[in-house]
């Protein structure tokens, strides 16, 4: 292995959990800095390599052991680009087709590859998902796929709000939505108002 694949298989760590190389520093305790290009090569130009002690702790950080690093390194496992969106811009007409998968989204992040052909990446807002998900973290979401109760989903309002909950009861007049966090009590929203129901099949943290 060289330099150019070490720093690249830090890359590709950050990307599969929906991070940049600098959150994946601050996520390990390091400083910001610690995996930026600028840190990457020396002022006389000789390349700089990360220490191991770096790397361990960003292993840590991203629940990834040294073995799947080392697919990294050897560039096995590159993964594929998805669309990611956030959800304020979710929220805006025309931005899904009728399955709820996104149209209008040239932003992508790499991903390993579920073995599913149609899902995208959703950044999530709010704090009614925690201490499950928080604010920024990044899921996969299915669309089409079918849902039960109890199921972690992303859902859509005719209205065009959309957020991330728990399933709950569902019937022919209402679905209940329920949140993680205490603090947010359960939503029952009228089954016509809802536009769709995806469900979320990975998350970042």
Request: proline fraction near 6%; charged fraction near 25%; charge should be neutral.
């Amino acid at each position: 292995m060289d330099h150019g694949q070490i720093w690249r298989a830090i890359d590709a760590l950050a990307a599969r959990r929906g991070l940049s190389a600098s959150a994946l520093a601050r996520a390990a305790g390091l400083d910001p800095t610690t995996f930026n290009k600028s840190k990457r090569q020396a002022p006389d130009g000789k390349p700089r390599w990360p220490s191991t002690e770096s790397i361990a702790r960003a292993l840590g950080a991203a629940d990834t052991g040294w073995g799947e690093f080392a697919t990294l390194v050897s560039g096995q496992d590159s993964g594929r680009a998805i669309p990611i969106v956030g959800m304020a811009r979710a929220g805006a007409d025309g931005f899904f087709d009728d399955q709820g998968f996104p149209v209008s989204t040239e932003e992508t992040v790499r991903f390993p590859d579920l073995g599913e052909e149609r899902v995208y990446a959703l950044e999530i807002a709010g704090d009614s998902m925690e201490p499950m998900y928080r604010a920024g973290d990044i899921v996969i979401v299915q669309p089409g796929a079918s849902v039960r109760r109890g199921d972690r989903v992303v859902v859509r309002t005719r209205a065009g709000e959309v957020m991330a909950k728990v399933l709950g009861r569902r019937n022919d007049q209402s679905v209940e939505l329920v949140s993680l966090n205490p603090a947010h009590a359960p939503r029952l929203i009228a089954t016509p108002d809802i536009d769709w129901i995806a469900r979320i099949v990975w998350a970042s943290q």
